[in-house]
């Protein structure tokens, strides 16, 4: 079955700097890869998400960009902001079962 | 829409006592999903139902977990008898195939097995 592992588990940065985080899946068969970022005593939100077919996709000061080949994809945040400090997953899944598997998160910390 | 509705928000009981954790999805959505929460094994996906009817099981722990759907507005986990290690926060999610795949995700409940 589908495995995806994340890293680093815990980030620290200064406000303004950029964050990365990286997944890698082990499924060839999967082709949605959604990114949910959770905040203290609440439930994961989507904060962007991209397809098998796109390499690359940007909102705002997100992005995130995906190597089928090398089976990665990545969390890129710029400028970051305090408010941006929270756990961020990253999931994997194919087109129809609707079934993710999430990585092990990481908590990011964006120090002011 | 309120969003996806988990209710009790925070549950302690003792080992031993059964659990009922509910859940009522978006309305429209026909997909559900229960995870469990914790800091060892991160978010695990426990079971899912589509149209009220379990797809995936192959998640929940063991016999004493059980999960189910009697209508597109409400579904149930529970846990009997609970036990410590059960301690986590669960989570239910909802979403609307031909969709985006977007999970919606409740805001947990935490439970405390002591």
């Known amino acids: 079955g589908e495995n995806v592992e994340q890293h680093p588990s815990t980030l620290s940065v200064q406000e303004g700097d950029s964050a990365v985080i990286k997944c890698t899946y082990s499924?060839?068969?999967?082709?949605?890869f959604p990114w949910y970022k959770q905040e203290l005593g609440k439930g994961p939100q989507l904060i962007i998400d991209i397809r098998s077919n796109v390499g690359e996709k940007k909102d705002q000061r997100i992005a995130v960009t995906l190597n089928k080949t090398a089976k990665h994809f990545s969390l890129h945040i710029t400028e970051t902001q305090p408010e941006d400090s929270a756990v961020y997953f990253c999931a994997a899944s194919t087109s129809g079962t609707y079934k993710y598997i999430f990585g092990t998160g990481t908590r990011l910390k964006v120090l002011a | 829409d309120a969003g996806v509705i988990q209710s009790p928000r925070h549950e302690v009981t003792e080992m031993g006592q059964e659990v009922t954790l509910r859940c009522k999805p978006i309305s429209g959505h026909d997909y559900l999903f229960w995870y469990r929460q914790t800091m060892m094994r991160g978010l695990e996906l426990l079971i899912y139902?589509?149209?009220?009817?379990?797809?995936?099981d192959s998640g929940m722990p063991e016999d004493r977990f059980s999960a189910k759907m009697p209508n597109a507005s409400f579904s149930t986990l529970k846990i009997q008898p609970s036990e410590p290690r059960d301690s986590a926060v669960y989570f239910c999610a909802s979403l609307t195939s031909g969709s985006n795949n977007e999970q919606f995700f409740g805001p947990g409940t935490r439970l405390t097995v002591l």
């Open positions: 139902f589509n149209n009220n009817v379990p797809i995936d």
């Open positions: 499924d060839s068969a999967s082709n949605y």
